[in-house]
């Protein structure tokens, strides 16, 4: 028997685009978003997240592609269905709750059906995201975190297929914001809904998302799980996005580059194109047994390097430390345990970890 077919995403784009004034906001975006799973579509202020969100919403109608909903095509080809009848729901950095309803009435202001069977919704919602009690509230009585939870029941209640969320926790401080969003995470698993997440962090795109697709000058630059988008990445930008990088330069000769750390391959890349190894500060590892005195020591994992540590910087858990490359002069930066703060003039030996260092042609 031949293979059964996967499962229809819950909401699909299919080679989404948009211009304004002539300019590319949006272009050829392609998403599949099952049910129950979170995307994040990460990427700098400006590259169209939150247009691509505007689209599915119904609030933009694409120039080109579509947008289906369980199959069902809601927006292309000159057609398009209206935001309310998309089963689309909607969170902001802005909870927009209304200040002359009680918190029963926010939760259950798009609800239908008879009385009771509203105040029950409402009762199950509210107790689900902790504030089972706080019907007779108005949105002054609450702290940010409390309105942030009764926009989320709110948005929930009408059990939309899909959630799309812009931003929704830059307002809430580092306190609460880890908490709250595994809280709403929890619910939105809980109803099946499919999650599409905007946000330009990368440290919330990895915490919450199922699927991370990053975008860059409107277009999706990478997509996959975040462990592959982290430790894969298609360039330069892609993985300096996600956290700090060293660039080491270097010229390819024979489909080898020399560097401070011995020999990267660089297979299929002509001689004579410089190339740039993309090494994270976590990945440059220190000999502290032997320091920088002695020999060259025996290579575990590459070849080791001696640097001169030029500053280090305590940062909680770690430090990290700069280091000029006797090789060439380069400076790399590496961070370690924050018990160890070296002093500047300080010679040491340093490894790397080939297997999470990236070979690109320079630009």
């Given at each position: 028997?031949p293979?059964?077919?996967?499962?229809?995403?819950?909401l699909?784009?299919?080679?989404v685009?948009?211009?304004?004034?002539?300019?590319?906001?949006?272009?050829?975006v392609?998403?599949?978003?099952?049910?129950?799973a979170?995307?994040?579509?990460?990427?700098?202020?400006?590259?169209?997240?939150?247009?691509t969100?505007?689209?599915i919403?119904?609030?933009?109608?694409?120039d080109a592609g579509r947008?289906?909903v369980?199959?069902?095509?809601v927006?292309?080809r000159g057609?398009?269905?209206?935001?309310e009848?998309r089963s689309?729901g909607?969170?902001?950095?802005?909870f927009?709750?209304?200040p002359?309803l009680?918190?029963?009435?926010?939760?259950g202001?798009?609800?239908?059906?008879d009385?009771?069977?509203?105040?029950?919704?409402?009762?199950?919602?509210?107790?689900?995201?902790?504030l089972?009690?706080y019907?007779?509230?108005?949105?002054h009585?609450?702290?940010?975190?409390?309105q942030?939870?009764?926009?989320?029941?709110?948005?929930?209640?009408?059990?939309p297929?899909?959630?799309l969320?812009d931003?929704?926790?830059?307002g809430?401080?580092?306190r609460?914001r880890?908490?709250?969003r595994d809280?709403?995470l929890?619910v939105?698993?809980d109803?099946?809904?499919?999650?599409?997440?905007v946000t330009?962090?990368p440290?919330?795109?990895?915490?919450m998302?199922?699927q991370?697709?990053l975008?860059?000058?409107?277009?999706?630059?990478?997509q996959?799980?975040?462990y592959?988008?982290y430790?894969?990445p298609?360039?330069?930008?892609?993985?300096?996005?996600?956290?700090?990088?060293?660039?080491?330069?270097?010229?390819?000769?024979?489909a080898?580059t020399?560097?401070?750390?011995?020999?990267f391959?660089?297979?299929?890349v002509?001689?004579?194109?410089?190339?740039?190894?993309?090494?994270?500060?976590?990945?440059?590892?220190?000999d502290?047994?032997?320091?920088g005195?002695?020999?060259?020591?025996t290579p575990?994992?590459?070849?080791?390097a001696r640097g001169?540590v030029q500053?280090a910087?305590?940062?909680g858990r770690?430090s990290?430390?700069e280091?000029?490359?006797?090789?060439?002069?380069?400076?790399?930066?590496?961070?370690v345990?924050?018990?160890f703060?070296?002093k500047?003039?300080?010679?040491l030996?340093?490894?790397?970890r080939?297997d999470r260092c990236?070979?690109?042609?320079?630009?």
């Open positions: 028997m293979d059964a077919a996967p499962p229809r995403a819950r699909e784009i299919e080679g685009s948009r211009s304004f004034d002539g300019r590319p906001v949006v272009s050829d392609s998403l599949r978003v099952p049910a129950g979170v995307t994040c579509l990460l990427g700098p202020s400006g590259c169209g997240k939150s247009t969100l505007r689209i919403a119904g609030v933009e109608t694409p947008v289906l369980d199959g069902v095509e927006a292309g057609h398009a269905v209206p935001p009848a689309v909607l969170m902001f950095q802005d927009a709750l209304f002359h009680t918190v029963e009435g926010n939760v202001f798009g609800l239908t059906g009385k009771a069977a509203k105040k029950a919704r409402v009762g199950e919602l509210l107790e689900r995201v902790g089972a009690g019907q007779a509230k108005y949105p009585m609450l702290s940010g975190g409390e942030q939870r009764v926009a989320l029941a709110r948005a929930v209640a009408p059990r297929k899909i959630m969320m931003e929704p926790f830059s809430l401080d580092n609460l880890d908490g709250i809280e709403t929890a939105l698993k109803e099946g809904t499919a999650v599409l997440l330009h962090e440290d919330e795109a990895m915490r998302a199922d991370i697709a975008m860059r000058g409107g277009r999706i630059v990478q996959g799980a975040p592959n988008v430790n894969a298609v360039d330069k930008a892609a993985a300096a996005f996600f956290s700090e990088i060293n660039v080491v330069q270097g010229v390819v000769r024979g080898l020399e560097t401070p750390f011995g020999h391959l660089a297979p299929g002509p001689d004579g194109q410089p190339v740039e190894i993309i090494i994270r500060p976590q990945h440059i590892r220190i502290f047994d032997r320091g005195k002695g020999p060259r020591p575990t994992d590459g070849t080791p001169v500053r910087r305590f940062m770690e990290l430390v280091f000029r490359m006797d090789a060439d002069g380069s400076v790399l930066k590496a961070t345990p924050a018990v703060l070296p500047p003039g300080m010679a030996w340093l490894s790397i080939r990236y070979v690109f042609p320079a630009r």
